[in-house]
Structure formats: C-alpha cells, structure tokens
C-alpha cells in the first residue's frame, strides 16, 4: 500500500520554527525523491524541497534556501522539513509527495506534475 502522512503543521507567529513530518509507505520512500510541495491562498501549488533518499542530494525553491531545510530518517522511512525564521508568506497548506527517480538516480523537477503519490497536507499559518 502506498501512502504518505503529513504533521507538525499548526499556527506561529512571524520568525517562529515548526518541522513537518512525512511518513512513507516503503514503496514511497525507500530510494526516491521526495519533495515538500506547497499551495498558498489564492495561488499555484510550488515545490519547496526535495531529497533523494538513495543518496541525500537536497534541492530547494529559492524562496526557502537558508530557511528550510529537508532531512530523511530511514529507520522510520520519514523525511522532514525543518522551518525556520517563518514568515506570513509561508502560510500554506504544506504537500509531501514521492516519486521514482530516472535511471541515472537523479530527480525530476520540483514540479507537482512531475510527483506521483501525494500526502492530505498540513495547514501551516504564520502571523504577523
């Protein structure tokens, strides 16, 4: 079974921390990208991170570079997100998502069309 759970969303005030949680199925994460994806009010769902849990080759948006960073744990087939200096730009609904990589082991682009096994979400609200 595939499957993808996102937590650790919830409300902070302007630079504040929080670090979202994925839990993947071993079909979903052993030895593929996993990427952090987000959806803004009103706007497009952008991608924010990636990892390749093969190798440990990190990608970020660079709207979060410096500010977030993405990690995997393999005992518990988890990768996380690590969220610092937030701001009310970052309030979203926060995506994990997992795909293969291509033969070479690289990942595609950090594009939601490019990711096939999607997690609900997770609200992330900042204040001002």
């Known amino acids: 079974q595939v499957q993808l759970v996102e937590s650790g969303g919830g409300s902070v005030q302007a630079g504040g921390s929080l670090r979202l949680s994925c839990a993947a199925s071993?079909?979903?994460?052993?030895?593929?990208?996993l990427g952090w994806f987000r959806q803004r009010p009103g706007k497009e769902r952008e991608g924010v991170a990636g990892?390749?849990?093969?190798?440990?080759?990190?990608y970020y948006d660079d709207s979060v570079t410096g500010r977030f960073t993405i990690s995997q744990d393999n005992a518990k087939n988890t990768v996380y997100l690590q969220m610092n200096s937030l701001e009310p730009e970052d309030t979203a609904v926060y995506y994990c998502?997992?795909?293969?990589?291509?033969?070479?082991?690289?990942?595609?682009?950090?594009?939601?069309?490019?990711?096939?096994?999607w997690g609900q979400g997770t609200q992330v609200t900042v204040s001002s």
């Open positions: 990892i390749y849990t093969g190798g440990g080759s990190t």
């Open positions: 071993i079909y979903a994460y052993s030895n593929n990208c």
């Open positions: 998502a997992s795909t293969r990589p291509y033969s070479d082991n690289r990942c595609p682009p950090l594009t939601p069309g490019s990711y096939k096994y």
